[in-house]
Structure formats: C-alpha cells, structure tokens
Nanobody, 125 residues
Framework: QVQLVESGGGLVQAGGSLRLSCTAS????????VGWFRQGPGKDREFVAS????????VYADSLQFRFAIYRDNAKNAVLLQMSDLQPEDTGIYYC??????????????????WGQGTQVTVSP
C-alpha cells in the first residue's frame, strides 16, 4: 500500500509563497506520476499540476502555470509544489495523489489510486 504525506501548508499573506512537499512510503517515488489537487471552501476538488515519473513532462491548470511550479526531488523521494504570489482564492486543502505505476497522471481526480491526507493552505488578504 502506497502512503503519501503532504507537508508545508500554513497561513500566508497575499503575495507570499509556500512550498508543499509530498513524500511517499515507497521507493523509488520516481516510479510514479504525481498530481496535486486542491479543494477550496465550498468548492469542488480541482486539478493544480502534475508531473511524470521522469519529471520530463509537467502539466498545470491554465490559471496557475505562471505562479506554481511542480518538480521532483528524488534524493528526498518527494514531489514539491512551489507556490508564489499566493492569493486568497488559493486557500484550500492541497492533496497529492499518484496513479498506479505505468498509468499516466491526468487532470481528473478519480483516475488516481493513492492520496495523501492533505495540507491546509490559507491565504489572508
């Protein structure tokens, strides 16, 4: 069973930055594509970004591609999400997820097999 753990969330003022980390109980995590999703208060879960197992392909939600960056740190067996110029509308619980190895990450949350418990990101005006 693959376990994913997110960390790095917190409270930040508008315009600030946070870096989220997703670590896995399995090694190497680089066998897995990984996606980040978020769910704001009263909103549906939405796609944020994904990265392939090799790190060679990165996909972003259209509205986030210039402020968020996803990358792998294989030495730490982690996938990171660097978020900058955060705005109140970025507030929500951020989840990392992984599909079964050999299956590609997509923008659709129900195509992922493994999920972390989420980390809260709160952006104040």
């Amino acid at each position: 069973q693959v376990q994913l753990v997110e960390s790095g969330g917190g409270l930040v003022q508008a315009g600030g930055s946070l870096r989220l980390s997703c670590t896995a109980s399995v090694r190497p995590f680089s066998d897995y594509d990984v996606g980040w999703f978020r769910q704001g208060p009263g909103k549906d879960r939405e796609f944020v970004a994904s990265i392939t197992w090799s790190g060679g392909t990165k996909v972003y939600a259209d509205s986030l591609q210039f402020r968020f960056a996803i990358y792998r740190d294989n030495a730490k067996n982690a996938v990171l999400l660097q978020m900058s110029d955060l705005q109140p509308e970025d507030t929500g619980i951020y989840y990392c997820a992984a599909p079964t190895p050999g299956t590609h990450a997509t923008r659709t949350w129900d195509e992922y097999d493994y999920w972390g418990q989420g980390t809260q990101v709160t952006v104040s005006p």
